[in-house]
């Protein structure tokens, strides 16, 4: 009998310490930003070349300038957090017209074509969705998983997200609140 309960009593504690407890706090986990990657030293918007899905080639020259911010989202049309984020941002659109986003992918034009049509974001005038050929923007940031977001204000650096960021964040910074 004396066995049996010391047995319970080592299993009660077991079962009490933080490490067994499902409610203990998960450790926060580690950003997957690559630190050396250039856009941690150079705090400008890219130089950039994106082939759109309409077809048109597209510079950081050619951005409309009535957009106090810029949105890149480096995504993959097949991967479903990219499906989410492309979700809830439109969802949210009306409260982010005062951001113009570039979505690039490095997949194929058809692949784009189809996510674009999917969410909603060809014909949206702030938004431009396409293929950077030279990868010029998967380079600049490093990014380790997508979606990658990074956002600019009057072209130079506000902040990164490596693992997509939630509409509401991108409202009270873009607006202030």
Not at 22 to 33: D, G, I, N, R, S
Not at 40 to 57: A, C, N
Not at 69 to 92: M, V
Not at 152 to 160: A, H, L, Q, R
Request: hydrophobic content about 40%; aromatic content about 12%.
């Amino acid at each position: 009998m004396k066995y049996v309960f010391l047995f319970v009593v080592g299993i009660a504690s077991i079962l009490s310490t933080p490490k067994a407890n499902a409610q203990a706090v998960a450790a926060p986990q580690a950003p997957v930003v690559d630190p050396s990657a250039p856009y941690m030293k150079d705090k400008h918007l890219p130089v950039f070349s994106i082939t759109s899905v309409e077809g048109k080639e597209i510079t950081n020259k050619d951005l409309p300038s009535k957009y106090k911010y810029t949105c890149i989202i480096i995504f993959s049309p097949d991967c479903s957090h990219c499906e989410h984020e492309a979700g809830e941002l439109n969802k949210n659109a009306d409260k982010l017209k005062n951001i113009l986003f570039i979505w690039d992918s490095y997949r194929d034009m058809d692949a784009i074509k189809k996510f674009a049509a999917k969410y909603g974001l060809v014909g949206q005038p702030n938004v431009i969705i396409g293929r950077d050929p030279s990868f010029t923007i998967p380079t600049f940031f490093r990014p380790r998983m997508t979606p990658f977001v990074a956002l600019y204000e009057k072209g130079n650096f506000v902040k990164v997200w490596d693992q997509g960021v939630e509409p509401n964040e991108l409202i009270k910074i873009t607006q202030g609140n």
